[in-house]
């Protein structure tokens, strides 16, 4: 089971896998409460629109994509819907969408359009080396630090989307704009080692499998982190033993975390039912 650290790049792509999979089950749970599931798909897809971008004119490979993330965090930080006909989702779905169709066209005119664009999706994570990591790991590490310094603020801020009553926080409100800041920076550097789709995973399964699992909030980070690390070291080892794509693996194997969840939480109502019954 561990013969795959005996490979440097292995450990080198777990090391990752684990950085990345930290924060984001951390900013998940606050994702999912918020409703807000599309905002990273829709940010992931909007820095590798700039990835596209940079490739397409020759330049800016990091500083493009950093900027192009940052303007839809910001963006996406003034998004309040009032009309009750309207989900916020939907309006980051459509952004989503069209940068997506960019990045496509954007790609198309690449000497290895489909190949760049399996890159895009699920990264090469097997390529990545100890300089990409420690970039990773200190950006995540101030992230973590912010969130963990002004935890009560953002979990507040949180709580009141969950009550529905985000509408009381305004056209702008500082905490949601450097929380769609942190989300921002963690994809952008996340995309360009794990790709869009295992981003878009890390953020979402882990948080979803914790909040089936328990109601405590503070369980609910310490079950998604939890769920992020096993999904990493299996991901990768299923990539390791049978020769399958690591991107894919990992998605595959939090999936199935989710699924063994499901199972959990429908076994329990079933039981807790029978029991009110009796």
Known sequence: MFEMFQLPFMVQAFAAALITGALLSYLGVHVVGRGIVFVDLALGQISSLGVAFAAFIGTGLTSIPLVFTLAGALLMSFINIRDKRLKQEAIIGILYAFASALTVLFISKTPHGDSDIQEVLF?????????????????????????????????????????????????FNFWNF???????????????????????????????SAILLTKNNLVVFAIAFLVSILASFFGLNFSFHYDFPAGSSIVAILG????????????????????VEV
Request: charged content about 10%.
């Open 123 to 171: 990264g090469n994570i097997l390529s990545v080396n100890w300089s990409q990591i420690s970039t990773l790991g200190i950006v995540f590490g101030i992230i973590a630090l912010l969130q963990l310094v002004f935890f009560k603020k953002f979990f507040a801020l949180t709580k009141s989307f969950e009550l529905g009553e985000n509408h009381l926080i305004g056209i």
């Open 256 to 275: 199935g975390i989710f699924i063994l969840a499901s199972i959990y939480k429908l076994i329990h109502l079933a039981v807790s039912k029978k029991t």
């Open 178 to 208: 450097l929380f769609y800041i942190s989300i921002g920076l963690a994809i952008v550097f996340a995309v360009k080692i794990n790709g869009v789709i295992p981003v878009f995973s890390f953020l979402i399964i882990p948080a979803v």
